[in-house]
């Protein structure tokens, strides 16, 4: 639904009506709002996002994709942009070093510890003159 609301989906303002729900942190994670299309006027409950709705209010305007075929299909325009999947990236970014660092020490760590103990000492000796 989402693709075919990005390739065919019609973009126009809403009228927030409502604030249908809140997280547990207060933000506003969905609005009712209410359009008009070509054959009728819809009011749909839309989810929105990463604080995006704290601006709405109601008699105020958002941005909404619908579907021409069936108006019921609404989306905000904003989360058809996909940012959703810029935080997803760059949370997989982050990890990814992480990891290798993580990696990257481990190897460093076993090496000492090799050469350590080729040399005759244990990991957790006194080193010579310490």
Known sequence: MLQNLREHGQRTEANVVAIA??????????????FSTPPRTV???????DGSG???KPGGHVAIVYNPTDPTEVRQADRLDGSEADGI????????????????????EVV???EQTEAGRTPDAPRPGA
């Open 54 to 56: 704290n601006d709405a």
């Open 43 to 49: 009011q749909k409950t839309i989810d929105v996002g």
């Open 112 to 114: 000492r510890v090799r």
């Open 21 to 34: 729900g809140r997280t547990e942190e207060g933000w506003t994670n969905s609005l009712t709002v209410r």
């Open 89 to 108: 990236r760059l949370g997989s970014v982050v990890i990814g070093l992480l990891a290798a660092g993580f990696l990257v020490g481990t190897a460093r």
